[in-house]
């Protein structure tokens, strides 16, 4: 299974660092890549920079076209999660979703585009109350991979550069480069 998240509606200048944290929530919790409606070369360049350091195969592309990236995700097969308060209860909605297909997730960033809330194949509200696209996102990869049974949360990710000894107290991290 493929899970990649769709963010769309970015706005470079207010955007940046809420954008930047739905990527790398995506990373830690085990979605294989961010397409990005509009272009940012700083947000792209800070989660790559995280993926070559930390490691694992997190791929991110900008300057995405909405309508392009759902039509072609489609037609492939893949089925398409819009993570939105105004949706079914997670709870309800998880036991129809095929854990071995291909998931698109999207979350807004400014007011989505009502036909979005017509080609998802589920519109999922974490709850009906309004809160954050990164919320959203970290609690439905986990209640996705609590289902397929994977916990990325204790993976160790091959081919980084730092790798964090875990501490009770204090910092341990090892630079493989130095
Ligand atoms: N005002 C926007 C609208 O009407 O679509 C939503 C803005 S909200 C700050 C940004 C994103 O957070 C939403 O597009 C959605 O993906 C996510 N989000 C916020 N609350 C949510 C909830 N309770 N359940 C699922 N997703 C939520």
Redesign the pocket.
């Known amino acids: 299974m493929t899970v990649i998240i769709l963010r769309i ?1 970015h706005r470079p200048q207010r955007d940046a660092r809420v954008t930047t944290h739905v990527g790398l929530t995506a990373r830690a919790l085990g979605a294989d890549g961010m397409l990005l409606t509009g272009r940012d070369k700083d947000v792209k360049e800070s989660i790559e920079q995280v993926t070559r350091m930390w490691g694992g195969r997190f791929t991110i592309e900008d300057g995405v076209s909405l309508k392009e990236a759902v039509t072609r995700w489609k037609q492939n097969g893949g089925k398409i999660v ?4 105004y ?1 079914i209860n997670i709870s309800d909605a998880l036991p129809e979703i095929n854990p071995n297909e291909n998931l698109m997730i ?7 585009p009502p036909l979005i809330y017509q080609l998802a194949d589920w519109n ?10 990164i ?2 996102l970290a609690i439905f990869l986990d209640r996705l991979n609590q289902k397929k049974g994977t916990d990325p949360l204790t993976q160790e990710y091959f081919e980084s550069k730092l790798k964090l000894i875990p501490q009770l107290h204090g910092k341990k991290v090892i630079n493989e480069e130095e």
């Open positions: 509606g819009h993570l939105t308060m949706g999207i979350v807004g960033a400014e007011k989505v999922i509200a974490i709850g009906n109350q309004p809160h954050s696209e919320a959203a």
